[in-house]
């Protein structure tokens, strides 16, 4: 129970960063927009958080879905999503009513909730405890790790 | 290797690897932004020579 768990987890989350990250990569522009709208992150770095951000989601999303160093991208994934929601409370702190930018064009495409509120802050905070589950999880089903893992102990 | 390490490491390689492809399609996109701050070998000259032109005046 405890590894088909850990396994929809790793699903899930893989999935929806991998999404959320070729989304954002395809217009940098927009999520730099997004960003600005914040008011949060410093403007020297902002650009270099445009474009960083949304390649780290799409590196962490497809090592979780390999199943390759996945506690360790949970772990990054969990840290990005505690950024995001102190992000969104301080944009909620101050009033503003803004664009969450977390599914880039696809928000638009498929009619996806986007915007800074409650809801985004408790959907990451879901995020976070997938998060820190697959950070302590042992289970290594369908995943990259324990094929390479067998195979080692075959050649053995 | 220690846990501790090998979760640090893993880390920087996750956190490289993001870097070293964001910055790469960046370099290559058509829509892909301008990271550092401008700074064109024209502005710096016409800057120097502004300096030159209020130290001879």
């Known amino acids: 129970m405890h590894a088909k768990l850990s396994f929809a987890f790793r699903i899930a989350l893989g999935g929806i960063f991998l999404t959320a990250g070729l989304a954002k990569i395809s217009d940098p522009v927009q999520f730099l927009q997004t960003l600005r709208e914040f008011d949060f992150f410093p403007e020297f770095c902002i650009r270099f958080i445009a474009v960083y951000i949304p390649w780290l989601e799409f590196v962490l999303g497809f090592f979780m879905l390999l199943g390759l160093l996945y506690r360790t991208s949970a772990l990054l994934l969990t840290a990005i999503n505690i950024l995001f929601i102190l992000a969104i409370l301080s944009v909620l702190i101050r009033g503003m009513e803004i664009d969450c930018g977390c599914f880039g064009l696809m928000a638009d495409v498929l009619k996806l909730p986007d915007s800074a509120d409650m809801k985004a802050v408790i959907r990451n905070t879901i995020f976070v405890l997938m998060g820190l589950h697959l950070c302590r999880s042992e289970a290594t089903i369908f995943s990259l790790e324990e094929y390479l893992r067998k195979s080692a102990g075959k050649s053995e | ?57």
């Open chain 2, 1 to 57: 290797m220690n846990k501790n390490r090998r979760i640090f490491f893993e880390i920087l390689l996750l956190l490289l690897i993001a870097l070293v492809l964001s910055l790469l399609y960046n370099a290559v996109s058509s829509t892909g932004l301008r990271i550092l701050p401008r700074s064109t070998p024209e502005k710096a000259l016409s800057s120097h020579s502004t300096s030159i032109t209020q130290g001879e005046a």
